[in-house]
């Protein structure tokens, strides 16, 4: 796999989404069937301000966030013998169909860490396992997202 590439989407993924820039969030693994990413706690992020916690909407940004960018590097996996006008084709249409958060403890922490699994990869929809621990490992929100994505035709390039 082109690791020169996963690393590409993962820096533009950081730099150029202003919402993934805003929140600080850091890509620290990706491949095509697994992600982690890191959110720094900030009194920008926090939801419940007497106790200090994250805010559930952003436990599920971040989540959200790592699906999204795994199905991407999934996506570019399976297209990188097309030309480059069809793999960003390709990444331009990965799109949340479904997101379902359980929310299992209090989003207490200085660095969370959300990471993601391959459940199932077909041609227009991917599965994705999440899950949100704090730097001490306590397992704040574990979540599933479905996610449209679009393969074009393999074309010369």
């Known amino acids: 796999m082109n690791t020169t590439m996963l690393k590409e989407i993962s820096r533009v993924f950081v730099e150029n989404v202003p919402f993934t820039k805003e929140m600080q969030i850091k890509v620290v693994s990706l491949t095509k069937e697994e992600v982690t990413l890191t959110l720094p706690m900030s009194p920008l992020l926090v939801g419940n301000f007497v106790s200090n916690r ?3 909407g ?4 971040v989540l959200d966030s790592a699906g999204g960018l ?4 999934n996506v570019y996996y399976e ?3 097309r030309n480059l006008n069809a793999q960003l084709e390709d990444l331009g ?3 949340t169909i479904d997101l379902r958060i359980d929310y299992l403890n209090s989003g207490r ?3 969370f860490t959300a990471t993601g699994q391959i459940l199932r990869a077909g041609n227009r929809i991917i599965t994705v396992q999440l899950a949100l621990h704090n730097e001490k490992g306590i397992f704040i929100a574990a ?3 479905t996610y449209a994505v679009v393969r074009t035709q393999n074309t010369p390039a």
Do not use: F, I, N, P
């Open 93 to 95: 249409k990965v799109g």
């Open 143 to 145: 979540g599933t997202g």
């Open 58 to 61: 952003v436990a599920a940004t």
């Open 54 to 56: 994250l805010h559930g």
């Open 79 to 81: 297209a990188q013998e």
């Open 109 to 111: 922490g200085e660095l």
């Open 70 to 73: 795994l199905c991407m590097a």
